[in-house]
Nanobody, 121 residues
Framework: QVQLVESGGGTVQAGGSLSLSCAASGGNFKNLALGWFRQAPGKEREFVAGISWNGHQTMYGDSVKGRFTISRDNDNNTVYLRMSSLKPEDTAVYYC??????????????WGQGTQVTVSS
């Protein structure tokens, strides 16, 4: 059983930057694909970014390409999301996700509790 704990959420002004971290425990971190989803009030959960087990492949949702960067540290069992040029529409609860398959998905087994990101205009 994999446990995921996010940190780093908060409030930032539009155009600013924020970094999220997600610490994993209880599983073989190096074998897991990792990623981030987000959900804004009244909207469906949206894919933000994903990274392969070895960090060699990354994927991004269209709305964050060029602004967000995902990375991982397999020595410290942590995945990161660096968010830049933030927009009010980035406001959401951000969830860390882990999956033993090749990539994370909406039906992935392991989810963090979520961390709130609010971007003020």
């Amino acid at each position: 059983q994999v446990q995921l704990v996010e940190s780093g959420g908060g409030t930032v002004q539009a155009g600013g930057s924020l970094s999220l971290s997600c610490a994993a425990s209880g599983g073989n971190f190096k074998n897991l694909a990792l990623g981030w989803f987000r959900q804004a009030p009244g909207k469906e959960r949206e894919f933000v970014a994903g990274i392969s087990w070895n960090g060699h492949q990354t994927m991004y949702g269209d709305s964050v390409k060029g602004r967000f960067t995902i990375s991982r540290d397999n020595d410290n069992n942590t995945v990161y999301l660096r968010m830049s040029s933030l927009k009010p529409e980035d406001t959401a609860v951000y969830y860390c996700v882990a999956d033993p398959r090749m990539a994370v998905a909406k039906n992935s087994d392991y989810w963090g509790q979520g961390t709130q990101v609010t971007v003020s205009s």
